[in-house]
């Protein structure tokens, strides 16, 4: 039994802001679903882009044709949420996204195979992802309390980690035994829940101070991100890991040359990682004890990058991807404190844009990082690679760390950007 006042210990992720909230509880729910969905589109793309052009290089441009929207649009898109009703733009972006995957199933119904259109779709779902993150990431502080965001995060970890891992399976078993058309079409009827939900919600206005433009402007944005340390401090953190630290392009050549293994051994080792942060995700109760973000940060960008340069030292697969599952938990715990300050440290007129800036460094991240690795991997070789960026990364985030040394004292009970 817990003392009087004092907090009960939790080990599993913490229900709580389902529990209390039935717009979170709605919300949450559908976009759950929805990305299950999203992740089975994006597997149907890629093997019918495979199965009209039978090239690799063609497939590895669908990557391409989403990142650019969803930079460039990532800014703006934010600048929108801090303008208009943040449900009212849910909505729009929510519905462009089923109404772009009933464009799929149509196609593919009609028999319209062409890559053009597929590259096209690829990049309009960018755009509308790029409209709706900002707008539905900057309500939640709006439906919960300040002390349940971090299990609100955590949540949202398992819904991105288990549509990772989930939906390319269901997507794939849905294509071979249905078609494109199939997997399309569910995805298509999965956004009725999100929509259901973001239509249930109260009006979303952003909340201005006295003197705030009416339209926000990117430039305001970033400006105010440069004079707010902690922020900063929570993107230089995630770049340390997810730049000089991601080995994810160097799996396919590891597979072989270590572990002696083949494009199955390469699909552990990229499943490793999001065992582990669906891991951290579902025992997640603990978290919300925790006030020294911060600290919490640091400490889990360190041990990612740990992890990362023992993995480089491993010859034997099963250990191997024992460290990375051990850095994809501490991926999951890093994420839950980045997010849940940026929430809590950003007047409400500002959350928009700062998710934006979010969304650049999430997606743009890893991908520098796969550059990266496979330039590092090719100039010397696999393991300085792996081992080497574990280190830098460990290294980069000390120094950040000693740089600006009240990001390491942040409280979250008086939250300062």
């Given at each position: 039994?817990?003392?009087?006042g ?35 589109t994006a ?10 052009t039978?090239s690799?290089?063609?497939?590895g441009?669908?990557g ?8 460039v ?16 733009l849910g909505?729009?972006?929510s ?13 593919a119904?009609a028999?319209?195979h062409e890559?053009?259109l597929?590259y096209?779709?690829?990049?309009l ?11 539905r990431?900057s309500?939640i502080?709006r ?11 955590a949540?949202g ?5 288990s ?19 199939a ?6 009827l999965t956004?009725?829940?999100a929509?259901y939900?973001?239509?249930r ?5 952003p ?21 707010r340390?902690?922020?900063r ?13 991601h080995?994810?392009a160097?799996?396919?050549a590891?597979?072989v ?5 083949d ?6 080792l ?5 065992v582990?942060a669906?891991?951290?995700g ?15 940060i ?21 250990l191997?991807?024992?460290f ?13 404190f980045?997010?849940t300050?940026l ?13 934006g ?10 991908r520098?990082g796969?550059f990266l690795?496979?330039?590092v ?11 080497g960026?574990?280190l830098?990364?460990v ?18 009970r008086?939250?300062?950007?």
């Amino acid at each position: 039994m817990t003392g009087a006042g004092r907090p009960k210990r939790r080990i599993l992720a913490d229900l709580t802001p389902l529990r209390t909230s039935v717009h979170y509880r709605r919300l949450w729910i559908g976009n759950t679903v929805s990305w299950l969905g999203q992740a089975m589109t994006a597997l149907a793309i890629s093997l019918q882009v495979y199965d009209i052009t039978r090239s690799s290089f063609a497939v590895g441009l669908v990557g391409l044709f989403s990142l650019v929207p969803l930079v460039v649009f990532g800014l703006y898109g934010g600048a929108i949420a801090d303008t208009v009703d943040r449900r009212k733009l849910g909505l729009a972006s929510s519905s462009g996204l089923c109404l772009l995957s009933f464009v799929l199933a149509g196609s593919a119904l009609a028999g319209f195979h062409e890559v053009w259109l597929l590259y096209s779709i690829v990049a309009l779902q960018a755009v509308c992802g790029a409209l709706n993150s900002p707008a539905r990431t900057s309500m939640i502080p709006r439906l919960l309390p300040p002390e349940q965001l971090p299990a609100a995060n955590a949540l949202g970890s398992i819904t991105t980690t288990s549509g990772t891992m989930l939906g390319p399976m269901l997507g794939g078993l849905v294509v071979g035994v249905w078609g494109y058309q199939a997997a399309y079409l569910i995805d298509a009827l999965t956004f009725s829940v999100a929509l259901y939900a973001m239509w249930r919600l109260p009006s979303m206005r952003p909340e201005r101070g006295e003197g705030a433009a009416k339209r926000a402007s990117v430039v305001d944005g970033l400006r105010f991100l440069a004079t707010r340390p902690n922020i900063r401090m929570t993107f230089f953190t995630d770049m340390c890991a997810m730049v000089l630290a991601h080995p994810r392009a160097l799996f396919p050549a590891i597979a072989v040359l270590w572990f002696g293994g083949d494009a199955r051994t390469t699909g552990l080792l990229v499943a490793a990682p999001a065992v582990g942060a669906l891991l951290g995700g579902v025992f997640s109760g603990w978290l919300g004890q925790i006030r020294r973000h911060g600290l919490a940060i640091l400490l889990a960008v360190a041990a990612w990058g740990t992890a990362i340069a023992v993995f480089g030292l491993t010859r034997n697969l099963w250990l191997g991807m024992f460290f990375l599952a051990l850095a994809g938990c501490a991926d999951t715990v890093s994420m839950v404190f980045r997010s849940t300050m940026l929430q809590a440290a950003t007047p409400d007129e500002m959350r928009g844009r700062l998710q934006g800036v979010f969304i650049v460094v999430v997606a743009g991240g890893p991908r520098l990082g796969d550059f990266l690795a496979g330039s590092v991997g090719d100039l010397t070789s696999p393991q300085l690679a792996v081992t080497g960026g574990g280190l830098a990364c460990v290294v980069a985030v000390g120094l950040f760390a000693l740089k600006w040394r009240g990001f390491a004292r942040y409280d979250a009970r008086s939250p300062q950007a």
